[in-house]
C-alpha cells in the first residue's frame, strides 16, 4: 500500500511517498480504506521531531482520517462502514489498522471530507471545555485564539452548550466567521483593552472558563480575567511561548488551571473520546452543529508541499488530503 513515511527526523526532503508491505490485520483490530486525512500543525510537528511523543522511525504521521472498512475483526464494524478515527500516529496512509474502540460510525449526512476533519478539532475542544473544564451552560467562556482550527471547534461546541461566548480574534473580516459559530462577544486583541472588556462583558465577575490556545502574554490577560471559582484551560501556545506561572497565581483567585493533551485521550482513554463524538454527531444531527467542509481539499500525493506551506505558516484554515 501507498504510505507517507518519515525517514529522518526534521529534514522534509526525507519525508517520502513509498509502498509498504501490508501487515496480516491483526486479532481485535479494524483495517480502514483511507478517503480522507485530516491535516494537523501537529503532523509537522511529528516530522520535525518536536512532537512531545516522537513515534519511532521510520513511521507514518498525523492523527485523524476517514474511511471505509475494508476487514474487521470486530463484532461492531463490518466491512463497507463509513467510519472517522483517532489515532496517535499513522494516518497518511491508504490503509490503516485500529482498535474498533478508536473508530465512530460517520453521519450519512455527514461527507468524509468533513469527518476527516472532526477528531482532533472537535475532540480537543470538546474534552478540554465539558469533559475536564466542566463548562455549563450560562457560564461565560472566552476563548484566545478562537479563529484557528481548534479555537473555531470551541466557539462552535461553546455556544452549542449554551455558554455566552467571547472571542478574541485580531482582524475585523473575522467578526462573521466567529459570529456564524455562535460567538456573543468579540475583544479584539490588536486594539482593544482585553481584561477591562472581558470585566465589562461579565458585570465585573470575571469570565468563568478560560480556553487558552495562544499562550505567551496572552495567558497573562486570562490569568487577570478569571472569575472567582473559574478555570483557565491551557490547550495550546500558538504564540509559541509557553507561559510561565506559580502555584499562588492560582491560589490568590481561587482559580483552577485545567490541562488537555487530546492526543494522550485517544491512547489512554478511548471510551471518553467516543463518547465525545457520539455526543457531537447527537448535536449535530439536532442542528445544534455543523461540521464545515474544509477549505482545502488536496490529493494525498500532495502531502510534502503541504508540510512544506505549514513549516512557512502559509497554509490557512483546514486542509484535507483526499485518495
Ligand atoms: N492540547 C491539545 O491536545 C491540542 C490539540 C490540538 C492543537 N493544540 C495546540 O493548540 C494550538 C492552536 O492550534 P490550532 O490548530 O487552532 O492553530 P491555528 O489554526 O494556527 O490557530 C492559531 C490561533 O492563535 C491565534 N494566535 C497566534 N499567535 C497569536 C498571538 N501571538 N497572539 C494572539 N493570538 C495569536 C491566531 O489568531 P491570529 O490569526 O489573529 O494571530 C489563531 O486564532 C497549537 O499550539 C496546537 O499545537 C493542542
Request: aromatic residues 8%; glycine residues 8%.
Amino acid at each position: 500500500m501507498k504510505s507517507w513515511q518519515i525517514l529522518e527526523s526534521g529534514n522534509l526532503e526525507q519525508f517520502k511517498l513509498q509502498d509498504i508491505q501490508q501487515d496480516k490485520l491483526s486479532k481485535g483490530k479494524v483495517r480502514v480504506r483511507v478517503r480522507a486525512i485530516g491535516v494537523n500543525p501537529a503532523d509537522l510537528m511529528q516530522a520535525m521531531g518536536t512532537h512531545q511523543n516522537p513515534p519511532p522511525i521510520p513511521f507514518s504521521p498525523g492523527f485523524e482520517i476517514s474511511g471505509e472498512v475494508s476487514e474487521s475483526h470486530s463484532e461492531i464494524y463490518k466491512e463497507g462502514d463509513r467510519v472517522m478515527a483517532s489515532m496517535d500516529f499513522g494516518a497518511y496512509q491508504e490503509y490503516v489498522d485500529v482498535s474498533e474502540n478508536l473508530l465512530e460510525i460517520i453521519p450519512e449526512t455527514v461527507s468524509f471530507t468533513q469527518a476527516s476533519a472532526i477528531p482532533i478539532a472537535y475532540g480537543t475542544a470538546y474534552i478540554s471545555m465539558l469533559h475536564r473544564g466542566n463548562l455549563k451552560s450560562g457560564e461565560s467562556l472566552m476563548i484566545f485564539g478562537a479563529t484557528g482550527g481548534v479555537g473555531s471547534r470551541t466557539v462552535e461546541i461553546g455556544a452549542a452548550k449554551g455558554a455566552h461566548v467571547i472571542a478574541i480574534y485580531s482582524k475585523a473580516e473575522e467578526m462573521d466567521y466567529l459570529k456564524s459559530l455562535g460567538a456573543d462577544e468579540y475583544i479584539n486583541y490588536k486594539t482593544e483593552e482585553i481584561i477591562a472588556r472581558a470585566k465589562e462583558i461579565t458585570a465585573g465577575k470575571g469570565v468563568d472558563v478560560i480556553a487558552d490556545l495562544v499562550g505567551g502574554d496572552m495567558f497573562q490577560k486570562a490569568l487577570e480575567s478569571v472569575a472567582w471559582e473559574g478555570r483557565i484551560l491551557p490547550i495550546g501556545a500558538a504564540s509559541g511561548e509557553i507561559p510561565q506561572l506559580t502555584s499562588l497565581d492560582m491560589l490568590v483567585r481561587n482559580a483552577s488551571l485545567v490541562g488537555t493533551d487530546f492526543a494522550a485521550y485517544i491512547v489512554n482513554k478511548p471510551k471518553i473520546v467516543r463518547k465525545a463524538f457520539q455526543k457531537l454527531f447527537k448535536w449535530h444531527a439536532k442542528g445544534r452543529l455543523n461540521f464545515p467542509e474544509p477549505n482545502n481539499i488536496l490529493p494525498f500525493e500532495d502531502a510534502r508541499s503541504v508540510f512544506q506551506k505549514m513549516s512557512e505558516r502559509s497554509l490557512k484554515g483546514k486542509t484535507v488530503l483526499t485518495l
